[in-house]
């Protein structure tokens, strides 16, 4: 079994950045493929980034390629996604997923374990 657990969302003007944090615990993090979803309200949850378990390949949807990072610590089973230049569209709860293998995929049901969300609203 494995807990995530998110946290650095928040209310931010369009242009600016937040972090976003996921801890992980109950299981080897480092061989796990971490990922990073959001759902907007009335949209389907759509993949954002993801990070193979070594942490030596990354994987971005298109319209945050060049805005958005993917990172993580396996020293402290964290996974993170710093997100610059923000824009209304943006707005969305925000999902830390993890994997049971350390391939990437972007498909949500290639995740087995979720956390619970973050909000992140991004004002105009």
């Known amino acids: 079994q494995v807990q995530l657990v998110e946290s650095g969302g928040g209310l931010v003007q369009a242009g600016g950045s937040l972090r976003l944090s996921c801890a992980a615990s109950?299981?080897?993090?480092?061989?796990?493929?971490m990922g990073w979803f959001r759902q907007a309200p009335g949209k389907e949850r759509e993949f954002v980034a993801g990070i193979s378990g070594s942490g030596g390949m990354t994987y971005y949807t298109d319209s945050v390629k060049g805005r958005f990072t993917i990172s993580r610590d396996n020293a402290k089973n964290t996974v993170y996604l710093q997100m610059n230049s923000l824009k209304p569209e943006d707005t969305a709860v925000y999902y830390c997923?993890?994997?049971?293998?350390?391939?990437?995929?972007?498909?949500?049901?290639?995740?087995?374990?979720w956390g619970q969300g973050t909000q992140v609203t991004v004002s105009s």
């Open positions: 997923a993890a994997r049971g293998s350390g391939s990437i995929y972007s498909a949500s049901r290639y995740y087995d374990y």
């Open positions: 109950g299981r080897t993090f480092s061989s796990s493929a």
